[in-house]
């Protein structure tokens, strides 16, 4: 990827359970966003939280921020079978936002 | 509300033809991005413009061009077509400056090349 690694690269959940999923990357950042890509869809916009942010929560989701360990987190809660997508970080930077290699998540009824 | 619009969804063309993608971006942003998706990859950074200037570029072949016209809508322009530019083409929209807002895609153009 041109920006880092997502990890894992997938996974398999009950509905009702929770997914973890975690972003690294390699450069500064101005923010960083997370998306959801249906399989040969549009990239879905959820969540972006900027640099000097460390929490953030919509709905189902709490993403973290570690500027230091240049390191993120997805946290889907009480995962429905509609949640099944790739789930990929963008970090932005001027004008670039630049992705991670995504995570697979499949949620089983 | 209104979300980024690309045209056309799907097109199918010939080795060394041309393509033009179209992205009309969401009312008043004034940074687009466009990207391109092989299966199975995550998003490529192709290239960007701010006010209708290109602010940034990524890895896009020589054969690709790109504008940003004075309604901000955006063209993509690839010539000399290859079968491995066969791809979803996306773009996407913030209120710049750049990165400092949310980007939002649109649906995307799946490109094919036979």
């Known amino acids: 990827s041109q920006q880092g690694e997502e990890d894992p690269q997938a996974l398999s959940i009950q509905e009702g359970e929770n997914a973890t999923m975690n972003c690294s990357y390699k450069?500064?950042?101005?923010?960083l966003q997370w998306y959801r890509q249906n399989s040969g869809r549009g990239l879905v916009h959820l969540i972006l939280i900027r640099s000097n942010e460390r929490e953030k929560h919509s709905g189902r989701l709490r993403v973290t921020l570690d500027t230091s360990k240049k390191s993120s987190s997805l946290l889907i809660t009480a995962s429905r079978a509609a949640d099944t997508a790739s789930y990929f970080c963008?970090?932005?930077?001027?004008?670039?936002?630049?992705f991670g290699a995504g995570t697979t998540v499949t949620v089983r009824a | 509300a209104a979300g980024v619009i690309q045209s056309p969804r799907h097109l199918i063309k010939e080795k060394r033809e041309t393509a033009t993608l179209k992205c009309y971006p969401i009312?008043?942003?004034?940074?687009v991005y466009w990207y391109q998706q092989g299966p199975g990859q995550d998003p490529q950074f192709l290239i960007s413009?701010?006010?209708?200037?290109?602010?940034d570029k990524g890895s896009i072949p020589d054969r690709f061009s790109a504008q940003q016209f004075s309604d901000y809508h955006s063209e993509l322009n690839m010539s000399s077509l290859e079968l491995g530019d066969s791809a979803l083409y996306f773009c996407?929209?913030?209120?710049?400056?750049?990165?400092?807002?949310?980007?939002?895609f649109g649906q995307g153009t799946r490109l094919t090349v036979v």
């Open positions: 009312p008043r942003h004034d940074t």
């Open positions: 450069t500064s950042i101005n923010n």
């Open positions: 413009f701010y006010e209708k200037m290109q602010s």
């Open positions: 996407a929209s913030s209120l710049g400056p750049g990165t400092s807002t949310e980007a939002f």
């Open positions: 963008a970090t932005g930077l001027d004008y670039k936002l630049s």
